[in-house]
């Protein structure tokens, strides 16, 4: 069940209180983060109500995935769009710490449903990273797309894309985009279609 929604202006105080304690009140620093957060939920497909249930979802099971006993669950990625939870991260097949995450994100409250995108091995963190930096430039590069819309992360140069967009021609283009990009080994698409 969906929060009430509530106005953007309460949305955007709300992320400047939150964007001043981080940013230890430096005003450049809270300005650029208010906009940047402000823009990203303006054109985010989902309602504020629904990015705010699925903020505290994510918060939920990284806190529970952060107190597990089980070795491996602290560095597991949480994405939740619309109540579907994605986890990423690297984790060997069979592994306690995949089985203890999906466990953890389905006892969650308003967890639609909860998908995997678990790799055996990383070659590089900073290949990762370059390669997800590369594909954020891409997205933002290509006018026709919003590139807030859709997160990606990459393991080993395997990539998983995930966000909420308004149609499959939306989502095929993000898609096609991130397949473009170097050292990009194979693309798996989280992303929903706003109608569907």
Known sequence: MATPKISVRVFA????????AGAGCNPYVTAASVAY?????A?????????????????KIKAALLASPVSGTGSIKVFSRRGVVVLTGVVPP??????EAVRIARSTEQVVRVETFFVRSERSVTDDMAIEARIKAAFVGDPSLQSSQVSAVAYGGHVALIGVVDDSATARKFIDDARAVAGVVSVRSYIQVSGE
């Not at 957060?37 to 939920?41: K, N, Q």
């Not at 054109?43 to 918060?59: F, L, P």
């Not at 069979?94 to 089985?99: D, T």
């Open 37 to 41: 957060r402000t823009y990203d939920a």
């Open 43 to 59: 054109t985010d497909r989902r309602t504020v109500g629904t990015q705010v249930d699925d903020s505290e979802i994510e918060a």
């Open 94 to 99: 069979g592994g306690a710490a995949g089985k």
């Open 13 to 20: 105080l709300k992320a400047l209180a939150l964007a001043a």
